[in-house]
């Protein structure tokens, strides 16, 4: 009888690792759909699933002789970081960053976003914004131009910038010495809410005017991810299937019933 019983519960086991197997599967389609949603959206950044093992206790009710703890599989999320290819536009307000830096843009509540798509334009008083209107931030505070000078605006590679011959300061680009401290919210902006993030000015980084950066995701192999991720998931259910059936008729022959 507890050999028997020790069986349903190994059973159990494997009901409960197939099914951990399946949300983390679930959490990677999440993952290579959001990637698909972001593929044409400038300086996207990838994420990336990764998977470990967690360890779990078994009920008390197992006798002594079985193991009292199993592993069961979980997923996790990191955000790939790479360069993402540059598309030349022509558009002076288009700007794109060459290195690890970022564009420090100043969000609705006051606080500082960091974004690495520099889709930018002119609002009414002049303001250099990203699309969502958020101002792009200098060493000096949002950068502003005049709206009736026609003369050219230039930005280096450095990130000065001027309008004809009127300097207008330097763009604010931040670079980060933990790029994994980094909290990331809607729109392709990143938050630095902790000092583990070591923001800094940027030093190994250039400004390229009349470029963007395109999506670090390759559709191509997000959609081989799907397939995959999805076969997996299948897979896993035919597991749960399998030892729902064996763990019922193994009951109903403990049980004596037909």
Do not use: C, H
Not at 144 to 168: L, Y
Not at 238 to 256: A, F, N, P
Request: hydrophobic share 35%; aromatic share 6%.
């Amino acid at each position: 009888m507890a050999q028997s019983l020790l069986i349903v519960l190994r059973m159990d086991v494997s009901l409960y690792s197939a099914a951990a197997a399946m949300n983390a599967t679930e959490r990677w389609q999440d993952l290579v759909a959001e990637n698909l949603s972001t593929a044409s959206a400038p300086g996207a950044r990838q994420q990336e699933i990764s998977f470990s093992s967690v360890q779990a206790g078994m009920s008390s009710a197992v006798p002594s002789s079985a193991s009292s703890t199993y592993v069961i599989p979980a997923a996790g999320a990191t955000t790939n970081f790479s360069q993402g290819e540059l598309k030349a536009t022509g558009d002076k307000l288009d700007l794109a960053v060459e290195g690890p830096g970022f564009f420090t843009v100043q969000m609705p509540d006051g606080s500082k976003g960091y974004t690495r798509d520099g889709e930018f334009r002119l609002n009414s008083q002049g303001q250099l914004t990203t699309t969502q209107g958020y101002p792009v931030m200098s060493n000096g505070g949002s950068l502003t131009f005049d709206p009736n000078n026609t003369a050219p605006i230039d930005i280096s590679a450095e990130g000065e910038v001027s309008q004809g011959p009127d300097s207008k300061g330097k763009i604010s680009v931040t670079e980060f010495g933990n790029l994994k401290a980094l909290s990331q919210g809607s729109g392709g902006f990143f938050y630095a809410d902790s000092d583990e993030a070591q923001a800094k000015p940027a030093s190994a980084t250039n400004v390229r005017q009349g470029f963007v950066e395109e999506s670090n995701t390759s559709p191509s192999l997000a959609m081989a991810s799907l397939l995959t991720s999805m076969r997996m998931f299948e897979s896993n259910q035919k597991v749960m299937e399998m030892q729902g059936d064996r763990m019922t008729k193994t009951i109903t022959d403990l049980s004596g019933t037909s």
